[in-house]
């Protein structure tokens, strides 16, 4: 617990040190003009690779696999981009780090093991193949057209008016 502490405590430092370091370097437009770019990247990146784990975590899920992985990668990216908007060079160096997916893929490796997704279903959807899938428990009811007509208690307010 302290180690995490006293890297959120001394991490301004090390910017402030980095900022300094870098500007003596390349200037003070210059290392204005990387914050900012680092900002739009982070923005780009994060729209970009967003919509991909999104893509993948529908097609994890349709397929009936296991989308904790991709679950972790979309957390890692979104940690990446808001690394990335904070200015400061050290965390863009962790924040593009966390865009990699090799980096992400050994981070995996190590958080995987540890991690459940539990998939819960309480309602009805019906798939890409007609299948419809419904909640295994409670009580299925089957009515016949006679047993019920849309629009036959006229004081409803679901009931369907004389137009529709």
Not at 4 to 11: D, F, H, K, R, V
Not at 20 to 34: D, E, F, N, Q, Y
Not at 88 to 102: A, H, N, Q, R, S
Not at 120 to 147: C, M
């Amino acid at each position: 617990m302290r180690v995490p502490l006293a890297i959120l405590l001394l991490m301004p430092f090390a910017e402030i040190a980095t900022f300094v370091l870098v500007g003596k370097a390349i200037g003070v437009l210059a290392t204005l003009g990387l914050t900012l770019l680092a900002v739009f990247a982070g923005l780009a990146l994060l729209r970009i690779q967003g919509a991909g784990i999104l893509q993948r975590l529908q097609k994890d899920t349709q397929t009936n696999q296991n989308p904790g992985r991709e679950i972790v990668h979309g957390a890692m990216i979104v940690v990446a981009a808001i690394l990335l908007i904070i200015p400061g060079f050290l965390t863009d160096i962790v924040g593009i780090l966390l865009f990699v997916p090799f980096v992400r893929d050994f981070i995996w490796s190590f958080i995987g093991p540890r991690v459940t997704v539990f998939r819960t279903s309480s309602f009805s959807y019906q798939g890409a193949g007609g299948e419809t899938s419904r909640p295994k428990d409670g009580p299925i009811i089957d009515l016949d057209e006679d047993d019920f007509q849309r629009g036959a208690n006229r004081q409803s307010p679901w009931s369907l008016g004389k137009d529709q």
